[in-house]
């Protein structure tokens, strides 16, 4: 699953700072995948909390001292609400502030202290998600990335990060449907057989009737029962097996 990198400042200038250091980051930080929202003012980004789901693999970097209706203490009370394990780390300009951070029982995983210039900011920021980075399973290597499927009368070989999701095909025997970023295919075997023979370490089978990639899932709605992929692609998916996902994420 893509990680989502949130940035929240009220000192634009600073932001925009953060977000061109995350963007020359990128090569730094492969393999692993990230997603930068920012550009929410408070009011909005509370609201992101209260209707969307916050996964484990979030990232926020919080201005502690915003001057708005709610501080970076105060929204970082909303988010441990919302998940326990997501990172929060503290941008802030006076380093005593951390001892009422502690005192909330906030158990932000970082502080980084704001710098007057970009490369003092881009090493302490850079440090930091390095240190992040190996705790992604993603990165840590050597590990299968290819898998054969049979359809027709060939085995083909599929990259795993190709593979959004496998499906029983009711009326098909033998045959599941596989859906890739940029096609479909009939394939041969069944969904049970598949559960045991595929091992990639975000493929989640604790579904029925289908296996899914969840390395390129961006988003999950239980209100609409959606999951969306990372080319858009929508699945259809009652509340009990998405909750089920979530578990397995």
């Known amino acids: ?20 250091i995350l963007e020359e980051s990128r090569i730094l930080l492969s393999p692993w995948k990230f997603e930068i929202v920012q550009g929410l003012n408070v009011i909005q980004f509370v609201e992101f909390i209260k209707n969307n789901e916050i996964y484990s693999s979030d990232i926020f970097f919080l201005d502690i ?29 006076h380093p005593n502030k951390a001892i009422t951070v502690i005192n909330r029982k906030i158990t932000p995983s970082g502080y980084l202290i704001k710098e007057f210039t970009y490369e003092k900011n881009k090493k302490s920021i850079q440090s930091y998600l390095l240190k992040e980075k190996e705790n992604y399973p993603v990165q840590h290597a050597t590990k299968k ?35 890739l970023k940029d096609e479909e295919i009939l394939v041969n075997g069944t969904i049970k057989k598949y559960k045991k023979s595929l091992e990639y370490e975000y493929l989640c089978k604790d579904l029925k009737a ?15 029962e959606i999951v969306t992929f990372a080319n858009r692609e929508q699945l259809e998916m009652g509340k009990r097996s998405i909750d089920k996902l979530k578990n397995f994420m």
């Open 65 to 93: 001292d915003l001057n708005a209706y709610y501080s970076g203490i105060e929204l970082g009370e909303m988010l441990r609400e919302k998940n326990e394990k997501c990172e929060i780390v503290y941008l802030t300009s």
């Open 210 to 224: 289908y296996i899914i990639n969840t390395e390129n899932i961006t988003s999950i709605s239980r209100v609409n």
């Open 145 to 179: 990335r290819w898998t054969t499927v049979r359809y027709g009368n060939s085995d083909h070989y599929i990259h795993y990060d190709e593979i959004l999701y496998l499906m029983s095909m009711p009326g098909y025997k033998n045959k599941i449907g596989l859906v």
């Open 1 to 20: 699953m893509v990680t989502r990198i949130f940035i929240l400042d009220d000192n634009l200038v600073f932001e925009k700072m953060l977000v061109e």
